[in-house]
């Protein structure tokens, strides 16, 4: 069954430094996602990306982040300059055309020191 | 502004017997979706099962189901059978009407499935 992957599964960083989270989504979606969880929170969304672009996103998203897609496969979140709150786990998530189900990765765990 | 509240932090059940988790939503939107997510302890968001506003069944899923009351504005999980692997947290969230939205999610509940 396709399923949506993430990596790394953990990230440990530096405050300041830049990381890099990517993420496969499912091969026929079209819609795209990411969500954090900070530990012992409730999953909040960050930005939506469909048609190369962003199509929505929340007030975490701020300057310091930034999605692409780089080719047709990944889909990628960039922190400029993580700060200690940034720490959580990353989920990418994706959804066919029309459908409103989304499927989540396993996550990636930041940790920012 | 949706919002959705999930008023039991943890929840203890008997394994084989059944258990609901609560949820309940708020939407000024006439259309819009449910869903329920498992999130075990090594962290992965498991989709379990989704309810459209207009769908006149309530949602069914295996083991899971979903008791939707719209004029109530809730929407509880109902787990028949519990199993020991059933215990992890559980998410409600809902979306908007247009589909392919950001999701809202509840704080969860947690279940532990007593041997």
């Known amino acids: 069954e396709p399923e949506v992957t993430q990596t790394p599964s953990h990230q440990v960083t530096q405050m300041g430094q830049e990381v890099i989270l990517r993420c496969v989504p499912i091969s026929n979606h079209l819609y795209f996602y990411w969500y954090r969880q900070i ?9 939506s990306f469909y048609n190369n672009e962003i199509s929505e996103k929340s007030e975490i998203f701020d ?13 990628t979140l960039k922190i400029r300059s993580t700060k200690l709150e940034d720490s959580a786990m990353y989920f990418c998530a994706s959804s066919e055309p029309g ?13 920012v020191l | 502004a949706q919002k959705i509240t999930q ?16 949820c309940t939503y708020d939407t000024s939107d ?6 329920w997510y498992k999130q075990p302890s090594s962290g992965e968001m498991i989709f379990l099962i989704y309810q459209g506003s207009y769908d006149q069944q309530n949602a069914t899923e295996g083991r899971y189901s979903l008791n939707f009351q ?12 519990s199993q ?10 809902m979306s908007s009407p247009s589909g ?4 809202v999610f509840g704080k969860g509940t947690r279940l532990s499935v007593i041997a």
């Open chain 1, 39 to 47: 530990l012992g929170q409730k999953v909040e969304f960050l930005v």
């Open chain 1, 63 to 75: 300057d310091q982040f930034s999605v692409e897609r780089p080719d047709g496969s990944n889909f």
């Open chain 1, 99 to 111: 459908q409103e189900t989304q499927y989540f990765g396993p996550g990636t765990r930041l940790l």
């Open chain 2, 7 to 22: 008023t039991q932090p943890g929840m203890f059940v008997q394994e084989k017997e059944a258990v609901t988790l609560d």
């Open chain 2, 30 to 35: 006439p259309s819009y979706g449910l869903f």
């Open chain 2, 70 to 81: 719209k004029a109530r504005k809730s929407a509880n999980l109902v787990i028949s059978a």
């Open chain 2, 84 to 93: 020991l692997g059933d215990s992890a947290m559980y998410f409600c969230a």
């Open chain 2, 100 to 103: 392919n939205t950001p999701l």
